[in-house]
């Protein structure tokens, strides 16, 4: 492994040299690979690749499509209107509304470089949701040079640290950075769990089928499968590489040490695998693999078969969720989520259990009856009187029916500690180590607790209400990811370092690696992050990125039309669709149809808010307009959301579907107690090239005077709009968007069942007391009571316990479109007045009345949206099926067009539309409107990273010659440009920033040095249960170093002295005769660390089958030497300075090697050798001066006779 030590990576698990013990001085890319253009591995690797004839023309495509921005910007700014966009003179004026860039109707930071995150290195994008179906990746681990995921469908990805900057063209995405996946073959079972192995150079991964695999990168770049066997009947949910090795006879008659594998399933099931049997498979050639497997299988120890003496036998019933080797004390944690169980790592016993609390777990006693309030003297009763009963085979009745409900309460404790029905905010969903040897844990709550090495809770820390889902230590620092995207930072002490929202998801895993923190959120991406985050570094790599937006960011153009129509129970004929939207759907390339009133009634009302899938007449109108845009060919249906007589639509161009995904939906009720369908609204939400918009059919309060309730109704449903993946879709294509993905860990969607529940039946129980009442209202009130089960809507995270209030999902839209009937009205004016204003086109006398412009003026509904200056004459309320005029006036002129509108040489007259004639009279408003919002904080603001998403209006009317409802169909046309990042020669251009820029590399060269440390001795003989203190010195005035103690390898010593047969082990363990205390720890400067290096004599070794020990035989009582590795690193550093120990271990009794090796001449190598003689069994610093203190004062009292004559 000597070759590898000047490798740019993340070299903390590096095996070091045999040359020397002390790496050469730190550079600038120690910290960062170097930027490499191509995915080829071939060539230099210390000079970056030249980039691709691909990406040099796309960047010179990027900086014409700035130049010609820029240009197109300086020369129309004095023809362009304050009112108009900066697209030209196509754009309708626009009507906006007050209060928009405050609170929640803020428009979402976004730019080139976030401000409030540092610079990310995207390794893999956000993927669209309907392309990962079934294959999302969901863990995450890393090796010294790679990284690897795994997916739901078992396969697995392998991103190379020397290729991370590189092109992913050719690839599933193009923006991947080059990877490496599974070949074509059928795995099927998801992979739950991972951890790299650097002493074997594997990768194990625990699958949800209950199988362990073992999988190998070869010289030739393909995942290779090493080994699989059948390690649980349920679900592999956590694995652990334990600090100590098994001990294995290979078949080519070499030993081999390598560390043993820990397990964790369903039902409290813990499995240890020793490489007794791993390591004769895995020596085997691959074609003779599989017959080793059975006995593979049978080889496991059962370590809770040592916990009944204890009494713990029956408290490890829970599901083993994570598992985490503790080097420093050499123990293993298993964790629950309401439990842990410490288990030492080398003799497999356990040695406590405890709970969530740090309270210690009772015993049997409590496992077997729970407290229900019953004193001992009953317990102890029952106990007896129930052995005697199960003698006798006869039960009394009364003790039948205690022990079903001990059963039945025994159950629900069991589902409760599974989290079926558990609403506990404390329960564990992460566990990590750290440097200093202290535990931490995240809970659901967001609390972090700290534990030491022994199971006491030490403190807890609490900076998000939103739950972790998993953390991560290295060196100084700890990392958490939370539920809501967020990633926060720790010191060991605790103290919050910072903090940023790191992905749009779920951080559901972390891995280090290649001087890069890699995250992987729920919905697939990954993000690095540099370790240093935050620190000095974002603010100097933020400003370079930004400055060269212009060579990695383009700009799309696409139209959107919009529709919406209250049709008013009714159905359609073709020719009014094709006069709605047909007509106006030329050129674009989205479509959104809202309607209104599509069924209603107490039925309908009380069916739909149970149930999210539209109804026979939804999918009726779905279909007609889906045919008037040719859906299958040249458009394609992608979401849909009914609820009662809402219904919205969505529609993209057949060659656009490659880059609009991650399609949701929603419902938000408003009609009666904010649970019944009649008034509410309906939304859709997409990603496209990245960018979210949002699209929401709306139907507001009726009647004049109920302006405040349609204010409300805006309010209430901005705010609690929550969109979820749609569980049924109504077209089979867009129905993969919404199966197989379960929920993370975390992602409790079961909070507040138990309460909706009891109200769901307490409503049915008062349904059924007074059942006389009408069939309707009965569904009313059952409709009401599913949807206080079924329509809560849940934080974003799924953390019930979340009391942050969070921004509404619609303020991190990028675009929102409102549409739909909103019922605004027209005050302050009569029938007829309006009537005579509509006949003379007086429409901006009309538009002074208008209730929406007035409240929108005053800030109170709809802030800061906009809406093209309406045109066209009211839409409500028109007569069914009535063409023509409404009185007697008959203007004359010339017919033009289908809008009825007549030309004359003094006026221009509408042909006045049958409004409501009838007894009410409704006066004519402008009822059905479509307003929206983009990422414009201003007025004329351009269109770039800072400003993604920017439209205007090009079409806005109303189609008045559709007869089939009391409201006209409404149709708008956005002209929408949209920008975007070209994530490859964005992750191109970082790296080549990190490695050209000369402040970049001086800081990184600070940040990279590694204190200088001395160890006191390099030799270290030990016998009958010796030990012997190894002291370490940091040397460096201000720099911390931290350290971990490896196992190299072990040999040998034959009758000569000499050490023989070295064999390289995996796992980096030690052998089960050495005891190395701590395993890791941090030197402050100018500070001394101590590790006890202690021999414990193990003579025999056990055979395990299914569990349980076979055979055992004597150990080999020959002399053996290991190598100890001190790894020393500094902060942030991946180089590391290491230092060689040799351990040897001479059996009690056995003085001949030790004469050899005391007796062999003292080369220049072995000046630091020392005697076993000259050891003393030293516990700290203290006692090594008053040792001292204590051989001056003999001096001075009586002097040895050499110095007598000195003295």
Known sequence: MGDHQNDDVFSFFTTPNDSDFSSAAATPSTLFNPCSYSSSSSGDESHPSAPSVDDSNKRIDYMIQFLDRRLSQDGNFDAIGHENDADGSDSLPEFVGKCGGTGIFKVPIRSAIHPNRP?????????????????????????????????????????????????????????????????????????????????????????????????????????????????????????????????????????????????????????????????????????????????????????????????????????????????????????????????????????????????????????????????????????????????????????????????????????????????????????????????????????????????????????????????????????????????????????????????????????????????????????????????????????????????????????????????????????????????????????????????????????????????????????????????????????????????????????????????????????????????????????????????????????????????????????????????????????????????????????????????????????????????????????????????????????????????????????????????????????????????QRCFDWLREKDQLHTEMEAGNVFQGMREAIIRFPPTYKFERHQAGLAGSLKPKGRYFGKLRMWISPSTVVLQRKRYDSGEKKRIPAWCDRILYRDSKSHVGADCSLDCPVVSSVSQYDACMDVTDSDHKPVRCVFSVKIARVDESVRRQELGNIINTNKKIKVMLGELSKVPETVVSTNNIILQNHDTTILRVTNKSEKHIAFFKIICEGQSIIEEDGQAHDHRARGSFGFPQWLEVSPGTGIIKPNQIAEVSVRLEDFPTVEEYVDGVAQNSWCEDARDEEVILVLVVHGRFSTQTKNHRIRVRHIPRGCTTAKKHYDDRPKTSGQINALHRSDYQQLSNTLDVVEQLKELAQSIEEEPPLSWRGLL
């Open 119 to 839: 610079p990310s290195l995207e390794v893999r994008p956000h993927p669209l949701r309907e392309s990962q179906i079934g294959r999302f990746l969901r863990t995450m681990t890393s090796t010294e040079r790679q990284l690897w995921a795994g997916a739901e469908d078992g396969g697995l990805k392998v991103w190379d640290f020397d290729g991370l900057y590189g092109s992913g063209r050719g690839l599933e995405v193009e923006d991947t950075a080059p990877y490496k996946e599974t070949s074509e073959m059928e795995i099927g079972s998801s992979v739950v769990c991972m951890i790299g192995d650097e002493g074997s150079r594997v990768v194990w991964s625990g699958h949800r089928d209950g199988r362990i695999r073992c999988w190998k990168l070869r010289d030739d770049h393909v995942i290779e499968e090493a080994l699989s066997w059948q390690a649980h009947r349920g679900p592999v949910l956590s694995i652990a590489i334990s600090s100590y090795d098994g001990f294995c006879l290979c078949c080519d008659g070499l030993d081999a040490l390598l560390g043993d594998i820990w397990s964790g399933s369903e039902g409290g099931a813990l499995k240890v695998w020793p490489w007794e049997g791993l390591g004769k498979s895995l020596s085997l050639k691959m074609e003779q693999r599989h017959v080793a497997v059975i006995s593979v299988e049978r080889s496991y120890i059962d370590p809770r078969n040592q916990t009944s003496a204890y009494g713990f036998a029956n408290t490890l019933t829970s599901d083993v969720t994570f598992l985490v080797s503790d080097h420093t004390r050499a123990k293993v944690w298993s964790a629950s989520p309401l439990t842990f169980a410490l288990w030492d790592a080398r003799t497999r016993d356990l040695i406590k259990v405890f709970n969530i609390d740090g309270q210690l777990e009772n015993r049997n006693d409590m496992s077997a009856f729970p407290d229900f309030g019953i004193d001992e003297d009953a317990k102890m009763r029952i106990a007896t009187a129930s052995r005697k009963e199960k003698s006798q085979s006869s039960l009394g009745f009364f003790q039948r029916s205690r022990n079903a409900l001990m059963g039945a309460a025994d159950a629900v404790r069991r589902a409760a500690v599974k989290g079926g029905f558990c609403d506990d905010s404390k329960r564990t969903e992460a566990i990590v180590t750290s440097a200093d040897g202290l535990i931490w844990t995240g809970t659901a709550n967001g609390v972090v607790m700290r534990w030491d090495g022994n199971g006491n809770c030490l403190q807890e820390f609490s900076y998000q209400s939103s739950g972790i889902l998993c953390m991560f230590t290295f060196c100084s620092r700890l990392w958490v990811g939370y539920s809501n995207g967020t990633v926060q930072v720790l010191d060991l002490e605790g103290k919050l370092l910072g903090g940023w929202v790191a992905h749009s998801g779920p951080v559901i895993k972390m891995a280090i690696g290649g001087g890069y923190l890699f995250t992987l959120a729920y919905h697939g991406g990954i993000r690095g992050w540099n370790v240093t985050s935050p620190g000095p570094l974002d603010n100097v790599l933020r400003a370079e990125l930004a400055g060269k937006e212009f060579l990695y960011s383009r700009i799309e153009n696409l139209k959107i039309l919009a529709g919406t129509w209250n049709v008013g129970e009714g159905r359609a004929s073709t020719d009014s669709i094709v006069s709605w939207l047909g007509c106006a759907a030329t050129g674009v390339e989205i479509v959104v149809v809202g309607l209104q009133e599509v069924e209603m009634g107490a039925g309908v009302l009380a069916m739909s808010a149970a149930r999210e899938t539209g109804s026979p007449l939804g999918q009726w109108w779905m279909d007609l307009i889906g045919k008037t845009f040719d859906e299958g060919s040249s458009f394609v249906r992608v979401g849909s959301r009914q609820l009662a007589g809402l219904l919205i639509c969505v529609w993209v161009r057949h060659d656009l579907k490659p880059h609009v995904g991650d399609v949701d939906a929603a419902a938000v009720p408003c009609g009666f107690g904010r649970a019944i369908g009649n008034k509410g609204a309906v939304g859709v939400r997409l990603r496209m090239y990245d960018r979210i918009l949002c699209f929401v059919n709306c139907h507001f309060a009726a009647h004049l005077e109920a302006v405040s309730r349609r204010n409300a109704d805006f309010d209430h449903v901005y705010r609690t709009m929550a969109f979820s993946r749609q569980s049924s879709l109504l077209n089979s294509g867009a129905a993969s968007a919404s199966v197989g993905v379960s929920m993370p860990r975390g992602g409790n969607v079961r909070a507040g069942m138990l309460r909706n529940i009891f109200l769901s039946c307490s409503v049915a129980l008062l349904a059924y007391r007074f059942w006389p009442i009408h069939w309707s209202l009965l569904l009313l009130i059952s409709s009401i009571a599913a949807s206080a089960s079924v329509g809560v809507s849940m934080p974003r995270g799924g953390n019930a316990v979340n009391t942050f209030e969070a921004r509404p999902e619609l303020s991190e839209a990028d675009m929102i479109v409102f549409l739909g009937d909103f019922n605004y009205r027209l005050d302050d004016i009569t029938y007829d007045e309006t009537r005579d204003f509509i006949s």
